[in-house]
């Protein structure tokens, strides 16, 4: 069966620090991934996602950037964190076009101060 | 108009009660449909699909109306483990660039009590 792996669970950065956090995926080859974001009290918002390594799409501007090194890993990065950066990050993958259901990490509390 | 919209609520109800939470999108292309439920500082997770037909699933019952563009979903006898946030999900289509971009609403708050 397939599984996906996020971590940390928790992280609480400086302003100004950098960010990595990592995405696996087992059980299954040639993945979508995607990154998400939730702020407090609010629905959830695409960040990147990819349909195959080394291939990202952003869609959203902002000072996150995503690689995706190996099929089946996912990396959302930061250079220098903002407060506005915090929030509840959540990696999700599909079985591809055609697989409409998307099953989620168990996410990233991130807090900025 | 936001693409997918819900009632936040919160809805606060006893346990046994019946509760309906709708929710309406703007694309009227959508091909597919999605609740998910999402537990406090959890990730969301798959509740149930939306056929055009309705469907159920045990408590739970699922219903589409693409003339009037939103779902709806039904939950009977309600426990105190059903209470989390429901999100409605609204996939665009198949082929092009969709890739998967599921559209969340902000999700309904169920707050069951004894």
């Known amino acids: 069966s397939q599984t996906i792996h996020q971590w940390p669970a928790t992280l609480v950065q400086p302003v100004g620090s950098p960010l990595s956090l990592e995405c696996t995926v087992e059980?299954?080859?040639?993945?979508?991934l995607y990154w998400y974001r939730q702020a407090a009290g609010r629905g959830l918002q695409l960040l990147f996602y990819?349909?195959?390594?080394?291939?990202i799409s952003s869609e959203v501007p902002q000072n996150l950037s995503a690689s995706r090194p190996q099929d089946r890993q996912f990396i959302l990065s930061s250079k220098k964190l903002l407060l506005s950066d915090s929030g509840f990050y959540l990696c999700?993958?599909?079985?591809?076009?055609?697989?409409?259901?998307?099953?989620f990490g168990s996410g990233t509390q991130l807090s900025v101060l | 108009r936001k693409e997918v919209e819900q009632d936040p609520g919160p809805f606060n109800v006893p346990e046994g009660a019946t509760v309906a939470f709708n929710c309406t999108y703007s694309?009227?292309?959508?091909?597919?449909f999605f609740w998910y439920r999402q537990d406090c500082r959890k990730e969301p997770k798959l509740l149930m699909s939306?056929?055009?037909s309705g469907n159920e699933d045990g408590r739970f019952t699922a219903q589409l109306n693409r003339a009037s563009q939103y779902i709806s979903l039904l939950i009977r006898d309600s426990k105190l483990s059903d209470s989390a946030t429901y999100l409605c999900?609204?996939?665009?289509?198949?082929?092009?660039?969709?890739?998967?971009?599921?559209?969340f609403g902000q999700g309904t708050i169920l707050t069951v009590h004894p």
């Open positions: 999700a993958w599909r079985a591809g076009q055609g697989y409409e259901k998307l099953f």
């Open positions: 059980g299954t080859s040639n993945p979508n």
């Open positions: 990819s349909v195959g390594i080394g291939q």
């Open positions: 694309n009227s292309a959508s091909q597919s």
């Open positions: 939306v056929y055009s």
């Open positions: 999900v609204v996939h665009p289509g198949a082929g092009g660039t969709s890739y998967g971009k599921l559209t």
